[in-house]
């Protein structure tokens, strides 16, 4: 009779056991699932340029997973090293982002792209006035420093500016520190920007 008790009582701390186990598996196979990265959802341009579609890249920094949201992205969430997998370079991922506008509404483009970044990023940044605003040739290179996570990062952006608005800018001799987005116009005819996320480094203009 006693053993007949003690199979019983060990037949159903086996069963809680394994139920235990597959209820675990199921919660960590839903909290590490991830979009399949397709053609669709992640695109390389050229040999330095990538189009991201997922809404989120997860990635480590300073020993922590953090999350990257995607400007526009609309295919779920994407592991970084995943994405790491089907790149044709070696160049840095998140620091080889293009985004496309329409030709003439670059400019609109840009300030949607910043407004969707104050919720995270640039959370406690004034967007209308980055870090810097340079000129090279004909291309505006606009920088935001930031802390995301606890981590001191910046958010380089480069796109095709309007000659004549640069030399407008110089000929008041409003410099790079003291300019803000609202002061400047982009290029008519462009019709995307490429921006660099780097978690981790500042970007060297920060006062």
């Known amino acids: 009779m006693k053993l007949r008790k003690l199979k019983l009582v060990l037949g159903v701390l086996f069963f809680i056991t394994v139920c235990l186990f597959i209820k675990n598996t199921e919660c960590l196979s839903q909290n590490t699932s991830r979009e399949k ?109 930031f802390v995301y996570e606890g981590i001191n990062s910046s958010m380089m952006i480069h796109l095709l500016g309007d000659e004549k608005n640069m030399d407008e800018l110089d000929e008041k001799r409003i410099r790079g520190r003291d300019r803000t987005i609202e002061m400047i116009e982009f290029n008519s005819k462009a019709d995307n920007f490429r921006v660099s996320i780097n978690i981790g480094e500042e970007s060297g203009f920060k006062k």
């Open 37 to 145: 990265v397709t053609d669709k959802n992640f695109q390389q341009l050229y040999a330095d340029c990538y189009v991201i579609k997922f809404s989120n890249v997860f990635m480590m920094a300073d020993s922590k997973k953090i999350i990257i949201p995607i400007y526009n992205g609309t295919y779920g969430d994407v592991d970084l090293d995943e994405l790491k997998k089907f790149q044709k370079s070696k160049a840095d991922i998140l620091s080889s982002l293009i985004f496309y506008s329409k030709k003439g509404k670059l400019k609109n483009t840009l300030i949607d792209f910043l407004n969707f970044y104050k919720k995270s990023l640039l959370k406690d940044n004034d967007i209308n006035k980055p870090t810097i605003i340079g000129g090279e040739g004909d291309s505006y290179i606009i920088w935001y420093d």
